[in-house]
């Protein structure tokens, strides 16, 4: 079991012959030669042994860890060490020690914690950067899943912004792939241009012991270029393209090589993420064993309730069609912000509720701040459309499926994403336009599977409905119609569900022919 302690920190000790290893690709690929190399959460400074003895060099480190101090310093007894921690740390004091200022050669080189910033806060860590919103999010994503961060992402933008205008300063650290793609993303929104980004995959189970798709992130700052994309080498071939990602023509793609805009552009229906309650035990009903029970082992069976649907969560997501279900979730708004006295239509589910008080008193988010109560979010007129295309944001691979039910509307929980409409000819057609090997080819070269969620609201967006329907063509849809849902459909239709899409910005049941 991996201990708090070593998560709190990022405490994973790079093995030196990997520091070794990493140094000689450096240097050899890059003809690096540093006036001054600074480690931060340098650990034992496992990096600054190997640098020291492949060059002559002023070596750095920063370190939180009074213990791993003192080891470094006995083993690194000509380094500078710094016993502090990073998020508070004055680099003014590193800079004043490097007596050429921006035109000294500098490489910031290490392996700093592989953790995100809610995983520390679920500890209840200090060992936290300023909560100062520095990815610019905006409003309700501020606030929930686009608000979390790496750690190392932080620590790599604070180096990137601090050194800005040093002419000749690069920067080398292990991490996953997710931060540094992230990185190029987001050039935009920074002050820093970088000259370049190259990514060196390696195996992270072999090195660490740990299963996760990790790089050796290098790159060097620059002024006045606007980078656009990062090329993938195999750190066993570091001179070898295995893949490119980047920005082209306005949008992001994750693969270059793959990409095809025949389908990119803006999605005509909004895709919505679904319900965000953080109160499963009580919220959410398992049908097992002709049993209807909570999270708490407690029958409560209200299944014939107005507020009583059913729930699909992402491990579901495997069929085409999904209309039988072994799970249920209590609706308590049809809007964000309802009043929820509407529950005393069922006095039975408003009573379960008031019951089990504690568990909504104790949901941390701040969206829940001020709000009538057992609310949820996600929630809107567009959940209680009868037919639904959805998919799990959180799979490797995506996959479309096609969700109804006899009774109330099927509801998705926050890790899906779904398009919907009260028309069932309208929905087939939708689904068997998405659900096509070309469509998953486009998602995957646009998403990056090695993220937490690689299907995201962004990327969903990015399906243009029009341009796929036109692509594969009535004879085709009508063709898989009939294989998935044993239905044919005449051309009025097809041409009455692209009129509708032309006139949507929203939602598809808004418009009005």
């Not at 290893?21 to 690929?29: H, I, P, Q």
Request: hydrophobic share 35%.
């Amino acid at each position: 079991m991996i201990s708090i302690e070593k998560t709190e920190f990022g405490d994973y000790q790079t093995p030196e012959d990997f520091c070794l290893s990493v140094c000689d690709l450096l240097l050899n690929k890059y003809s690096l030669s540093p006036d001054y190399v600074v480690e931060p959460t340098m650990g034992v400074g496992n990096f600054l042994k190997a640098i020291s003895k492949k060059t002559n060099c002023e070596l750095f480190g920063i370190e939180i860890n009074h213990e791993y101090v003192a080891e470094a310093q006995k083993a690194i007894k000509h380094a500078t060490i710094f016993e502090s921690n990073i998020f508070t740390f004055d680099f003014e004091i590193l800079k004043e020690k490097m007596t050429d200022g921006h035109r000294s050669k500098v490489l910031f080189l290490g392996n700093p914690p592989w953790v995100t910033n809610s995983s520390l806060s679920s500890l209840g860590s200090f060992n936290l950067p300023y909560k100062d919103n520095f990815k610019k999010e905006r409003g309700f994503d501020a606030v929930t899943g686009k608000g979390n961060f790496d750690i190392c992402e932080y620590i790599l933008l604070q180096l990137m912004s601090e050194f800005s205008n040093y002419d000749d300063c690069y920067l080398a650290f292990l991490c996953k792939e997710i931060v540094a793609k992230n990185i190029i993303r987001d050039l935009g929104k920074y002050s820093f241009d970088l000259e370049f980004a190259d990514l060196y995959s390696f195996d992270a189970k072999k090195v660490f012991g740990v299963s996760c798709d990790a790089v050796l992130f290098v790159t060097k700052l620059a002024a006045g270029k606007k980078l656009d994309h990062a090329t993938v080498y195999s750190f066993e071939k570091p001179n070898v393209e295995v893949s490119a990602f980047g920005w082209r023509n306005g949008v992001f793609v994750s693969d270059l090589n793959s990409y095809n805009n025949q389908f990119d552009g803006v999605s005509q229906i909004t895709w919505r993420q679904g319900i965000k309650h953080d109160c499963s035990k009580v919220m959410e009903i398992k049908h097992k064993n002709n049993q209807w029970i909570n999270g708490y082992g407690e029958n409560i069976d209200f299944t014939d309730s107005i507020f009583v649907h059913p729930l699909v969560k992402s491990s579901a997501f495997k069929k085409a069609i999904i209309n039988s279900f072994d799970k249920y979730v209590i609706v308590t708004q049809e809007f964000v912000r309802q009043d929820t006295s509407r529950l005393e239509k069922d006095p039975r589910v408003l009573d379960y509720l008031k019951s089990h008080s504690t568990d909504f008193d104790k949901r941390k988010s701040i969206i829940y701040k001020n709000t009538p109560p057992f609310s949820i979010f996600g929630i809107g007129s567009y959940s209680f459309t009868n037919y639904k295309i959805g998919l799990s944001g959180f799979y490797k691979e995506p996959k479309f499926s096609f969700l109804y039910s006899n009774k109330n509307p099927v509801m998705v929980d926050d890790t899906c994403y779904f398009i919907g409409t009260n028309n069932r000819l309208y929905a087939e057609i939708l689904f068997c336009s998405l659900d096509q090997k070309e469509i998953y080819d486009f998602m995957r070269s646009i998403s990056f599977k090695n993220s937490k969620r690689p299907f995201t609201k962004d990327v969903m967006q990015r399906l243009d409905l029009i341009k796929i329907l036109k692509h594969f063509g009535f004879e085709t849809i009508n063709k898989k119609l009939q294989e998935v849902f044993g239905e044919q459909i005449s051309n009025d239709v097809f041409d009455e569900l692209m009129l509708k899409l032309n006139l949507c910005s929203g939602d598809l049941d808004d418009v009005k022919l």
